[in-house]
């Protein structure tokens, strides 16, 4: 509120009072008003845990009911009762009456409202003594809540759904002012319309937000809020000044005062908070069945959170965290990717994804890669192979088997059994990776021990991208996406003996993914026996791009580590309104499942898929059409595909309004049968629990 708002002299005794409230309550409000950012529960960061108030938080209100006026009125009407209405006043010009003069200020007009019954009972409140007619020159006390913007949205209906169809029919007739469009795509409808929006300048602390909240309405036809209130920052301050990933720490290196030791581990990059503790045996030299990660690269520099995993002793003393140095790729590479993967954080404080495995930096040429798999193929423990390069392409691919034949050394990548992490690459021309493309070991991501993995940005958001300079098969090639850094937003790591520096790229993404794969063969190493496990839970638990784009450029989606560390053996399952369980025995209604698009209703032209092949599903909602996203393999050995947006149809004796499977109470989950529409996410084990020997349980 304005101090020009606060001082006018109101028109009554009531509007007096209410200013003074006003007043008195943003007094209160500043004078205690603070802001902390928390991570589930605690408070983020070790320093600078306090912040000034933000002046410029406020409180957006926004109608998309049918009648914006009418609820626009209905919500000032509530708000005068606490005194949280700003007034102005406005002096009567010819031809004017005090409710279009009042709406025109107001910008009504604008947006096409009208003067509803509730505007003519709050001038009347606010102004008990103004004449009708009111003469020219006249002054009227208005609630000074302008319409500030247009809020459009969408309403998304399956008119195959009888009380869909109901609402679908209801809100195309009272909201027909309001509406801009309408779009179809099989059973699903999808109706746009605009609201208003208007601006309560409060600051968002806690107890505003409890009163503004008084003014929500809900309506179940549009299966939303037509009236809502959210928080804004229109000059957002930082909370603390070092936030939860090593990127946010690293920007914060200049600004003063520093901590002398950093905090976050790199597994937050991954949407987790701290590594497991599952991993903790691994940490003694000679354990059997523990994973190694072999890193091809240039040598790792000796740096004391790199000692444990290099297994080799160092007296030279690490340096603090920042500043950092210079990072220069013909010397640090290696050392840099280092430090993402294995870092025991005790000097830096960035933790590596699996600081308990031990890493073999092999700087060896492409053409000796044969004689290194032959010295590794009969050591005990899973072999994670890092390659964040290109193998010289002086060849020619005359078909898509090619790739898999050339350069030599594939052949014997492909036979062996541990799995291969490579990085997707990045250069000025941004490469769509085909199965032609002579880029090698980048063009074999379908294989069974090879997973490729590009850089995203915003990655665990419902905007990310695949990073614009990075590498990309719309193909299939390309498996998995994660946090790269940009080069504004760079990755700290080791890049010597005793500095940290930054970098960014696919390698950086690479690193990532290959940490967090040792570490869940670290945690389950008698299960993920070989290469090919151990990528297939991987894509089970990348979630799913959140846009058709991206999800046309990498198969499998963004490596999330939300589910890493579950036994592999046991279904995961999140049902609506519930948190992830797990479940031993599971068993599908049906032998097989068909996939129809939700996009043009057509079935995919795959044909049914066997139950026993469905790697995850996942349920998702793009651009306001609600559909699963499938992972899945149709036959044994061929790569796992992940669907479109699809909706699960009738094959054989199932249909969708029978269970899609039946639980028996082993795990989590009480024992009952679960219909499709429950399924938020369906990650089956790699023990093959999601057989339908029985139906049991099913309808």
Known sequence: ???????????????????????????????????????????????????????????????????????????????????????????????????????????????????????????????????????????????????????????????????DLDRLVKVRELWKYRKTGEKAAGNQRTLGFEGVAVELKVPTSPENYKWVEGVEKFNKDIDRFETRAVAKESNPTIGPKYSNTPIDWAESCNAPPIPATAAPPYISLLNATDNPTCSAACSKPGTPNCPEIVLVDQPVDLHQDLIGSLRKPNAVPAEKWCPFKKYDAAKHHGTHLAGIMVSAGAVTGFKGLAPNVSLDSQAIADTAIKKMLDAKANLSGLKIYVYAGKFKNDYSIATTETRRHKPPQVEDILSSRGIWVVAAGQQDTVVDIGRKTTDSPMNLGDQQNIVVVTSCENCHGTDASISNWANYSTEGLVTVAAPGGSGMRQIPSTIDASRLGLAYGTSQSTALVAGLLAEMASCFPQRYVNGALLKQRLEAIAKPAPTEDMSSKVSAGVVDATFAFRDPDVQIVKLAGDSAKTAKNLWFCTESIRLKSVADDEALEIGPISVKRVRAVYKQIIEGQTGWRVRYQLKQGEPNLTSPLVRLVPDGPWTPEKPLFYVDGSGDLPSRPIMIDEIETLIPGLAGGSVPPAFQGCR
Not at 12 to 19: L, V
Not at 42 to 56: I, L
Not at 87 to 95: A, Q, Y
């Open 1 to 163: 509120m304005s101090g020009q708002q606060l001082a006018e002299k109101p028109a009554s005794e009531g509007a007096m009072r209410a200013a003074i409230l006003v007043a008195m309550l943003l007094f209160v409000v500043n004078v205690k008003h603070s802001f902390c950012q928390t991570d589930g529960g605690k408070t983020s960061g070790t320093s600078q845990t306090s912040v000034e108030k933000n002046e410029g938080s406020s409180f957006q209100i926004e109608f998309l009911g049918k009648d914006p006026s009418a609820d626009w009125a209905k919500t000032v009407l509530t708000l005068m009762k606490t005194g949280e209405v700003p007034t102005s006043r406005l002096t009567l010009e010819k031809g004017q009456d005090p409710c279009n003069a009042v709406l025109r200020r107001l910008q009504f007009d604008k947006y096409h409202l009208g003067c509803s019954d509730g505007m003519k009972e709050i001038i009347r409140q606010l102004n008990p003594t103004l004449p009708s007619p009111s003469p020219i020159g006249q002054t009227v006390l208005y609630p000074d809540l302008p319409i500030t913007k247009s809020v459009p949205w969408r309403a998304a209906f399956d008119s195959a759904n009888p009380e």
